[in-house]
C-alpha cells in the first residue's frame, strides 16, 4: 500500500493471518494519504504483520517487523511509525512543529496550534476541522517561505478512557479537505485551563523561541534555527496564547485569526 506523507512516498507492507482486514484500515484510515497518480517514486517501506499467532508474531518480530495479535495495537504503532519516517525525510528542510493545523478554506491563510501531547490537538483539530480544512492533528510542516505540507493523518482518539487509541479517518469526523495552497497566518500556543471564556495573549518573541523549541522536531537540524523560527513569527505577527475550556470555544477565535489574514 503506498502513501504519500509530507510529500515522501512510504510503502506498507502488509503480512500474516490478518493481512486483508488490516489492510482495509490502513485504506480506511488513511484514505486523504493515499498515493495517487504522479505520486513520488518508492522510498521508505514499512513491514507490518498481523496474526493471531503469537509464535508467528515473534519470528515477524525477530525479522524486525513491526508486528502484534492485535489490528487496533497494530494501528496505533503504526501511526506513530508512519510519522517517524515523514518526519525523519525531512530534518532540516521544513520546520516541524508538534501541533495541529487548520487553513481558511478559500485563502489557505492557516493556523497552527501547538500543544502538548494529551493536551487537546486531536479534540481542537476534530472541532476546528468542521469549519476549517484539516491539515493535521499532528505535525505542521512548514517551508522556509511559510507555505505548508498538509499531513491529513487520521485522528487518535481515546474510548472510554482506554488505549491503545483508535484511528478515525478525517473524512469519517467529517473534516472539511485542506486548500491546494495553505500558507502560514498564525501560531498559538494552545493552554486548555478551564478559562470560562477564550483568552487571547501575545507572547514576547524572548519567550517564544524556547517554548516554541520544545515543540519542534530536529531543531539543530535548521541553519540558524532561532533566526528561522523569529522570521516566520514575525511575518505572522507573533506568537499567541490562547487559553480556553472547550475545544468548541476555540473555533470562532481561530477562525478570526485566518479569516482577515493576507
Keep these: ?29 488513511w484514505d486523504r494519504c493515499l498515493a495517487g497518480p504522479g505520486a513520488p517514486a518508492a522510498g521508505t517501506v514499512v513491514e507490518v504483520f498481523v496474526d493471531g499467532d503469537e509464535a508467528a508474531v515473534g519470528r515477524a518480530r525477530d525479522r524486525g517487523m513491526l508486528a502484534d495479535s492485535d489490528e487496533l495495537r497494530m494501528m496505533h504503532w503504526l501511526s506513530s511509525k508512519l510519522t517517524v519516517a515523514a518526519i525523519s525525510a525531512h530534518f532540516g528542510e521544513l520546520w516541524m512543529l508538534h501541533a495541529c493545523a487548520v487553513a481558511e478554506p478559500t485563502t489557505g491563510a492557516t493556523a497552527v496550534l501547538v500543544a502538548a501531547s494529551g493536551t487537546g490537538k486531536t479534540t481542537a483539530a476534530v472541532a476546528l476541522g468542521r469549519r476549517l480544512g484539516y491539515l493535521t492533528d499532528e505535525t505542521a510542516a512548514i517551508r522556509p517561505d511559510g507555505t505548508l505540507l498538509p499531513y491529513p493523518k487520521p ?44 483568552r487571547v495573549e501575545a507572547v514576547r518573541t524572548v ?50 485569526m485566518v479569516a482577515g489574514a493576507s
Excluded at 500500500?1 to 480506511?28: C, H, N, P, Q
Excluded at 520544545?214 to 541553519?223: C, D, G, I, V
Excluded at 514575525?234 to 480556553?244: A, D, F, Q, W
Aim: glycine fraction near 10%; aromatic fraction near 2%; avoid cysteine.
Design 1 to 29: 500500500m503506498a502513501l504519500e506523507l509530507l510529500g515522501a512516498r512510504v510503502d506498507v507492507a502488509v503480512g500474516g493471518g490478518g493481512a486483508a482486514g488490516l489492510a482495509d484500515a490502513i485504506a480506511t484510515a
Design 207 to 256: 519567550e517564544a523561541l524556547p517554548a516554541l523549541a520544545e515543540h519542534t522536531s530536529a531543531l539543530q537540524r535548521h541553519e540558524r534555527p532561532l533566526h528561522m523560527v523569529a522570521e516566520h513569527l514575525h511575518r505572522t505577527g507573533g506568537l499567541r496564547r490562547i487559553s480556553y475550556r472547550e475545544a468548541e470555544d476555540l473555533v470562532p477565535v481561530v477562525a478570526q
Design 155 to 198: 485522528l487518535s482518539v481515546l474510548v472510554d478512557g482506554q488505549g491503545p487509541k483508535r484511528q478515525h479517518s478525517p473524512s469519517d469526523l467529517g473534516l472539511l479537505e485542506a486548500p491546494a495552497a495553505p500558507w502560514l497566518a498564525a501560531i498559538a500556543l494552545l493552554d486548555r485551563d478551564g478559562s470560562p471564556s477564550p
